[in-house]
């Protein structure tokens, strides 16, 4: 390390590397970004910092340059540390296929499916001993681990089987920092609370604080963190503020409401005289929406997620994102009407583009006996596409070319698809097929991530502009991946500029303090 924080290098032959535990009084209580924003602040000050998560729970995956399918948050964060994403940083992915219901992957492949109340009864502690290796070869290799739990560590109905908050962190001796939501109120109650529903053994490692999105002036919080401090004895370890326009991946949902929601680029004019508008199909169980991020990083470019036809009128560009559940969207879109407004659209040649499940289903068949088991499925079909559900997953990192710009994505699908017609979307560089099928303006496939291929970006728009007839032109110098890493800084900054640095690195490096008191009436041991 460097700086204030001791001398530089990896770690000492035989030494277990430092570690801290981010947990939350709720789900979505901004876990996910302070873990960046520590990995980021580290990552500067020459730490080597690795991200981890014991289980995740999210339709957002990611694949590794090994193939291995990981939550994305993980693969977000791992570019804080300016590190390769693994998959010991995520061994344990759950991907909700209905109400009750999952697919497991472990190490990134999956493994099968289980109900909620099998993986709880048993199943879940099984998988505490990859998990704990998984995060002892990263505490060999790391200077730091920063972990992020799920949820709340205080749901005293899961504590016996958890390894994703206090189990890791108890068997791990790691200490415990709680984040708290102020934006959503009843921060002080909900750390106040998390602390005292645990037992005396979690209390033990729960080190203090972090309040997130705070708006206003931070002497008028000051006597309530002091009275929280009176309370639990357990100090506060920084204010964050809020901020708009973060931008990360998201883990398990949208941040925004479906209705009327919009994620617009920065506030920057078009470059053109027109903007163009994007509707996305907020289909159920969807996943990797942050496909479309890219889209919505460019000026003029105005994404909405949607659930009714009629707001695919105005549309320049609708997208059909991918889905867990490719035949139960294909219901949906029929039962709102929207399936007969993709029909209209592209017997009108207007644009439409399908990515991975979404593709799937813009075909003639589906025949599916491992996702939904419903067996043979009429699709939409307006692409000469035939799709077939194999039992072993596709798991890549390919690349090729379109629109004669360079393409890379990744692909995380069981659907086989036997095209049949039109023309191939990715090509290799002598201009034979690799993924996808086109036909007028409609335009499928199985690559996420195509979008964030800057070239290739800006020459998909121009065409989409030009078929919609409208005055928009690209911004020549947007770089998707410069935004990115503009964002994972700006999360550093929070961290460095409005938390103690100096005692966060005193708590990674030699764990929770002694003494900490016991907060009444905690919970059985």
Request: charge should be neutral; aromatic fraction near 6%; hydrophobic fraction near 40%.
């Amino acid at each position: 390390m460097t700086g204030a924080y001791g001398a530089a290098g990896g770690t000492t032959t035989g030494r277990t590397g430092g570690g801290l535990l981010v947990a939350g009084t709720t789900s979505d209580a901004g876990k996910s970004v302070v873990t960046a924003g520590i990995c980021r602040w580290l990552a500067r000050q020459g730490v080597k910092v690795a991200p981890f998560k014991a289980q995740n729970m999210s339709l957002n995956s990611f694949v590794t340059r090994e193939g291995a399918e990981i939550g994305r948050a993980q693969a977000m964060q791992a570019q804080a540390c300016r590190i390769e994403p693994t998959a010991l940083m995520n061994p344990v992915l759950l991907k909700p296929g209905g109400e009750r219901s999952s697919q497991v992957v472990l190490l990134g492949r999956p493994v099968g499916e289980m109900s909620a109340r099998g993986y709880h009864g048993g199943r879940q502690q099984r998988l505490l001993d990859t998990v704990l290796d998984s995060l002892a070869q990263l505490r060999a290799t790391y200077d730091a681990v920063i972990c992020e739990g799920a949820g709340s560590p205080a749901e005293i109905n899961l504590r016996r089987t958890d390894i994703v908050n206090m189990g890791i962190a108890r068997n791990a001796s790691l200490p415990v920092l709680v984040v708290g939501d102020i934006d959503r109120g009843g921060v002080f109650a909900s750390f106040f609370g998390t602390v005292a529903l645990l037992s005396r053994e979690d209390q033990e490692l729960v080190s203090g604080f972090l309040v997130n999105k705070f708006r206003g002036d931070v002497s008028l919080l000051e006597p309530g963190l002091d009275m929280l401090h009176g309370l639990t004895g357990r100090r506060t370890y920084g204010v964050l503020p809020f901020r708009h326009g973060l931008g990360i991946d998201e883990e398990d949902g949208l941040s925004v409401s479906l209705r009327g929601a919009v994620r617009e680029s920065a506030v920057t004019a078009p470059a053109g005289e027109d903007v163009l508008r994007v509707a996305v199909c907020a289909v159920p169980l969807m996943s990797n929406f942050t496909d479309v991020d890219a889209l919505a990083a460019e000026p003029g470019v105005v994404v909405r997620f949607v659930d009714r036809p009629e707001e695919l009128a105005d549309a320049d560009l609708v997208v059909v994102p991918g889905t867990r559940g490719t035949v139960r969207a294909l219901g949906w879109l029929r039962e709102r009407g929207l399936a007969d407004a993709l029909l209209r659209r592209a017997a009108e040649g207007r644009p439409v583009l399908g990515i991975c499940g979404g593709y799937q289903l813009l075909g003639e068949r589906i025949e599916d006996d491992v996702e939904s088991r419903a067996g043979r499925v009429d699709g939409l079909g307006i692409l000469p596409v035939r799709v077939r559900f194999a039992r072993e997953k596709t798991l890549g990192r390919p690349a090729g070319k379109a629109l004669g710009e360079h393409v890379e994505g990744y692909e995380i699908h069981h659907g086989v698809a036997d095209v049949r017609g039109g023309e191939a979307f990715f090509s290799d560089d002598g201009g034979r097929g690799l993924d996808g099928c086109r036909v007028g303006q409609t335009r499928g496939t199985h690559w996420h991530g195509a979008l964030e291929s800057d070239g290739f970006r800006r020459a998909f728009l121009r065409e989409v502009a030009a078929a919609a007839g409208r005055r928009f032109v690209p911004a020549p110098g947007t770089s998707f991946a410069a935004l990115r890493e503009e964002r994972l800084d700006r999360l550093g900054d929070l961290i460095e500029q409005h938390a103690d640095t100096d005692a966060l690195w005193r708590l990674i490096e030699s764990g929770a303090p002694p003494g900490l008191p016991f907060v009444p009436p905690g919970a059985p041991a």
